[in-house]
């Protein structure tokens, strides 16, 4: 299943020992927001740390280009946005407030402060930290050249900056990296010139998904790095940083990793790169299999939808075509809008015996599955990797 490629170097340990992961390439792939891509990538694990990454290439670098070019944001719910469940509170909220209030209740960051939130898109993140740290000035930074319009609005926006980040003369409290770390090319060289950017008794915070639960992140063409706890762990100790917090639960299927400057430096746990290789073949298998299930399903009932409107259900939504007869979502701002061509209906709305896909990963699927179960439709799931 995987072939050794000696000519790129580990985007974690700098090691040319990356093993191709093969079949992987013939799969469609989709962008980070949420457009159908052709097939054709690249899927590597690291032989000697067992990091899961791309191979930056020319061929990513033209592909990545192409995706920024017409990038749209949360295009799905009007640039709103996903909500998820807080799992607190046991309510849905937007991602970044939940995000927000966790980082509160951490009690490690000071009561005024500046943050910088790189990739900072249409200010998502900004504006819930604008809504729970209320004497904090806030600071973003992306690839366009003028920010966002909405993001001038936030209560306590200071400043937009563009370009390269080493131009950066600031320092923060509070450096945030919400789903951004993995679209650099060079992650590694993107901390280090952030640690000298986190004031001496600041921290850095970063959300990326998390391969060990999530295997649609891999069908992300812009994403070049897929990080497990131990890889996120690892490329942040290189860059300088000490890990304060890495909590799995804060968000389902995500990673959520707080560190600072000056933290007791630990050791992560070490992967087994033959055994992780192993399980990424696996993952791909399994997306292989899902994609013919739905097809195979969407065939044999007339009345067929699926569940959700980002990465996973816009990957099985293309290779099914017009099989599909609308969405369904539970997400206000996305309900009663169009998507790919099919209109986006809330569970309650659904025709009765309607059979609905859960294109999710199996734990998240179940849960989906068991909250509306009272509804007279037939949920489908695949089974556990």
């Known amino acids: 299943m995987n072939h050794a490629i000696a000519k790129f170097p580990c985007q974690v340990c700098g090691m040319t020992a990356l093993n191709e992961v093969l079949g992987f390439a013939e799969l469609n792939r989709v962008t980070s927001d949420c457009k159908p891509f052709k097939c054709g990538g690249r899927l590597t694990v690291c032989g000697e740390c067992a990091a899961v990454q791309k191979i930056p290439n020319d061929q990513w670098l033209r592909e990545i280009s192409e995706i920024y070019l017409h990038y749209n944001v949360y295009s799905q719910g009007g640039g709103e946005e996903q909500i998820v469940l807080d799992s607190v509170t046991g309510k849905p909220k937007r991602r970044s407030v939940v995000l927000a209030s966790r980082l509160h209740e951490t009690n490690q ?7 910088l939130d790189v990739g900072c898109g249409n200010g998502a993140t900004l504006r819930a930290f604008s809504d729970e740290f209320l004497t904090w000035k806030l600071y973003g930074h992306d690839l366009d050249v003028k920010p966002h319009e909405s993001i001038r609005k936030i209560p306590r926006f200071d400043r937009y900056f563009t370009g390269n980040l080493e131009n950066i003369d600031d320092k923060f409290h509070l450096v945030s990296m919400i789903h951004s770390l993995e679209h650099f090319q060079n992650p590694l060289s993107v901390l280090k010139i952030l640690h000298e950017k986190v004031h001496d008794d600041g921290h850095l915070f970063v959300e ?21 706890p131990s890889s996120l762990e690892s490329i942040s100790i290189q860059a300088g940083f000490a890990m304060v917090k890495l909590e799995t639960s804060w968000i389902k299927k995500e990673l959520s990793m707080l560190s ?87 569970p309650d709305n659904v025709p009765d015996s309607a059979t609905v896909f859960i294109a999710l990963s199996p734990k998240l699927a179940s849960a989906i599955r068991e909250r509306l179960s009272y509804l007279p439709l037939k949920f489908l799931q695949m089974p556990a990797l």
């Open 109 to 115: 960051l000071p009561d005024i402060g500046w943050l």
């Open 208 to 228: 990326v998904c998390n391969v060990e639960e999530n295997p649609f992140d891999l069908l992300v063409a812009d994403h070049l790095m897929h990080f497990s």
């Open 260 to 346: 600072n400057l000056h933290g007791n430096q630990s050791t992560p746990l070490r992967l087994d790169p033959i055994r992780t290789l192993s399980e990424i073949a696996k993952k791909v298998r399994w997306l292989r299999q899902l994609k013919d299930t739905a097809l195979r399903a969407s065939q044999e009932n007339q009345n067929f939808g699926i569940f959700g409107t980002s990465i996973a259900a816009t990957w099985v939504a293309n290779y099914l075509g017009d099989e599909i007869k609308y969405f369904v979502d539970e997400d206000p701002s996305r309900t009663g809008r169009s998507y790919m061509g099919k209109p986006v209906l809330a």
